[in-house]
């Protein structure tokens, strides 16, 4: 408790005290509760209507399949364009989805079809949403030195409404079904729009326009993947895509058959991941600087593994719901160190397109991850597959560790250049080592 009263909390906040991003923390924590409300409707509605293992399968193959497809072109538009006008536009298209998929379940007109094509809708809108929201975090923070805090705190916003949305989803659906999850959703955009709307962001050089699309797309590929740090957080990433994150449309199997529970077991198993990934966020809000992330992240994928294989495994629901927080703290770990340590790496003028291969290496893989996982668990069981995806997350966590000395080798100069790092090099040495790294 002394801790909390002396400096360590105000450390985990200091980001808030820039006040864009202040605004921005504020309307995205309401609108995100909603948001995850809809994520555990949706599913729970194609479940109850088709019953199909499958077609929850289909389901997370088509809200995210935009994002693999469009995403990195769409990083091109947000190294081009306003990001904060861009980000109000994807808000308000996303609330008037949100609203029209409220109608139809409320009149009681709702087809299968429908829940695809609206979740299609919405994944394209993500692919500009996403890299647009990465690429603007640092425009709202005038030092720095403070970004790391951000992502922290961003991640912590983002798994404190994965705590509190599903919960009240799993209530509200008992009480008076998915209709009103939806229309909580499209009333939640209100408040990010509200926030965006107050915000005022300096504005930054942005890409020339003069190149083709493809010419920037190009280049981007190249940044990324032609330096081996940035390279390795990608394919590690795409890794948990495509094995770890398709226990989300495979969640209602285990909540129904395996734990013979309802829409709250459901719920209870969100809100418990939700749990663990706030938790892990607050751990990283704590910390002061980006070194020893790259550590962490072997460690993170592979507590996230050894918790998909548990619960795999178990049949009570208590031990599922522990193993759900261990699966969270792993899960946020993983996914913000990496997201600080290529906001930390990546070019000024290679934002947008780094973030957008960021976010197509996780969400985009996760695409054909549930698609492919739908398909398993038909075959073999939602149980196995979840075991066997733990499985190749800790080979993948396995592989990266053994490649991590040479990899901290090649981002001590770009850490020493950023006066991250201390060293004897000075900042000209420090800028020819890291054109002799890229190179």
């Known amino acids: 408790m002394n801790i909390l009263r002396g400096r360590a909390l105000p450390a985990m906040l200091r980001a808030l005290r820039h006040r864009n991003y202040r605004l921005f923390f504020i309307g995205q924590s309401i609108s995100l509760v909603g948001t995850w409300m809809t994520r555990l409707a949706a599913t729970w509605l194609l479940w109850r209507l088709t019953n199909s293992v499958e077609m929850l399968g289909l389901l997370g193959f088509a809200g995210q399949v935009p994002t693999f497809l469009f995403a990195p072109v ?62 603007l975090l640092i425009d709202l923070i005038e030092d720095r030195d403070d970004l790391s805090n951000a992502v922290a705190l961003n991640s912590s916003m983002v798994n404190g409404a994965r705590l509190i949305g599903p919960s009240i989803a799993g209530l509200l659906i008992a009480w008076v079904g998915e209709g009103w999850c939806f229309f909580a959703d499209g009333v939640s955009y209100l408040a990010v729009i509200a926030s965006l709307l107050a915000i005022r962001v300096a504005l930054h050089p942005r890409a020339a326009k003069g190149k083709r699309v493809l010419h920037d797309l190009r280049d981007g590929l190249r940044h990324a993947f032609g330096f081996a740090p940035i390279r390795a ?86 031990l599922s719901l522990l193993l759900m927080v261990t699966m969270g703290i792993g899960f946020m770990v993983h996914l913000a160190a990496s997201n600080t340590l290529i906001q930390t790496l990546v070019r000024e ?91």
């Open 74 to 135: 769409a990083g091109v538009w947000v190294d081009r364009l306003n990001r904060h006008r861009l980000l109000v536009a994807t808000q308000i298209l996303a609330m008037l989805q949100a609203f029209t998929l409220a109608a139809l379940v409320l009149s009681g007109s709702i087809t299968v079809w429908e829940i695809f094509a609206l979740q299609l809708l919405l994944g394209v809108i993500n692919a500009f949403d996403m890299p647009v929201r990465q690429s």
């Open 233 to 318: 957080i990608l394919l590690l990433l795409a890794l948990l895509g495509l094995a770890g994150m398709p226990y989300r449309v495979l969640m209602p199997v285990i909540a129904s058959q395996t734990l013979h529970g309802g829409a709250h077991t459901l719920g209870f198993l969100m809100a418990a991941m939700g749990a663990g990934a706030l938790i892990g966020a607050l751990y990283l809000a704590s910390r002061s600087t980006v070194l020893g992330l790259g550590r962490l992240i072997p460690f993170a994928v592979a507590v996230f593994g050894i918790s998909l294989v548990g619960v795999g495994l178990s049949r009570w629901l208590p």
């Open 349 to 439: 003028e290679m934002r947008g397109r780094v973030m957008a291969l960021y976010l197509t290496a996780f969400m985009g893989m996760a695409t054909f991850g549930s698609l492919l996982a739908g398909a398993v668990a038909g075959m073999v069981g939602a149980p196995l597959t979840l075991m066997g995806g733990g499985l190749i997350c800790i080979c993948g966590a396995s592989v990266f560790r053994y490649k991590l000395p040479g990899l901290r080798e090649q981002v001590r100069p770009i850490y020493i250049e950023k006066g991250i790092l201390p060293g004897v090099a000075t900042l000209r040495d420090a800028t020819v080592l890291r054109e002799e790294v890229e190179r």
